[in-house]
């Protein structure tokens, strides 16, 4: 037998494991549990946004055009940092990877990134409408201690000022994958991004932190 055909078999069985196979941190396990949940809040609307974790070298990605709430594990692609496909879900589902990978590999190569979530939460775009210019800025705010400076990991205080880019959208995903990495790299200490008229793009060094950003 072949090393590839190994492999494919290898992800063949992964793809066919119950959720309860897995440990409770797994992405397959962990995102379809936190999509229900992040779709109940409003987060997910429809088959908009996208989740990702990366595990190890491989990356985990939901896949387009599927009501969030109904994704399930055999549903996710898993890729490397390289783009390298490692696993897809089988043929018979007609499923393609989200639109927002090209955005989402992008942010994972920019630094010590373990988690992204894209949404088009009406506050995230109504905050692009209300900010006509390239920033939003916020301070003096009581939960502002659940959002992490990505550069330390260590909470705002309530005196400390949020500076969040605000780049403009494109007429793809794709087209604004490469503006994200430029603000970046502009505001290396943010852990988000919002696009106009679109959405936010938000990354953690793990899942937990980007959920209490959220």
């Known amino acids: 037998m072949s090393e590839l055909t190994r492999q494919k078999l290898d992800n063949c069985k992964e793809i066919e494991k119950e959720n309860g196979e897995y440990d409770q941190d797994h992405p397959r396990r962990l995102m379809p549990e936190l999509i229900r949940l992040f779709y109940t809040r409003g987060w997910f609307p429809g088959s908009g946004g996208a989740m990702s974790i990366r595990r190890g070298d491989e990356i985990y990605i939901t896949p387009s055009g599927v009501q969030k709430e109904r994704v399930e594990s055999p549903d996710l692609f898993v890729t490397r940092l ?48 209300l ?31 949020i500076v ?18 430029v603000a970046m790299k502009d505001y290396p200490d943010t852990s988000a991004v919002l696009i106009r008229r679109h959405g ?15």
């Not at 969040?164 to 990495?181: L, T």
């Not at 938000?202 to 959920?211: C, F, H, R, S, Y």
Request: charged residues 20%; negative net charge.
């Open 82 to 129: 390289d783009g390298t496909l490692v696993s897809q879900p089988p043929v018979t589902r007609g499923l393609k990877m989200s639109s927002c990978s090209h955005a989402i590999m992008n942010i994972y190569q920019c630094g010590d990134v373990g988690a992204v979530i894209h949404t088009h939460s009406k506050a995230a775009v109504m905050i692009t409408l």
């Open 131 to 161: 900010y006509p210019g390239t920033e939003f800025r916020m301070t003096h705010q009581q939960e502002i201690r659940c959002v992490k400076h990505f550069i330390t990991g260590q909470g705002y205080k309530f005196r400390e000022e």
């Open 164 to 181: 969040v880019p605000i780049v403009e959208n494109g007429e793809e995903e794709k087209d604004i994958a490469g503006i994200i990495q």
């Open 200 to 214: 936010i793009y938000i990354w953690g060094k793990k899942l937990a932190t980007n959920e209490n950003d959220g």
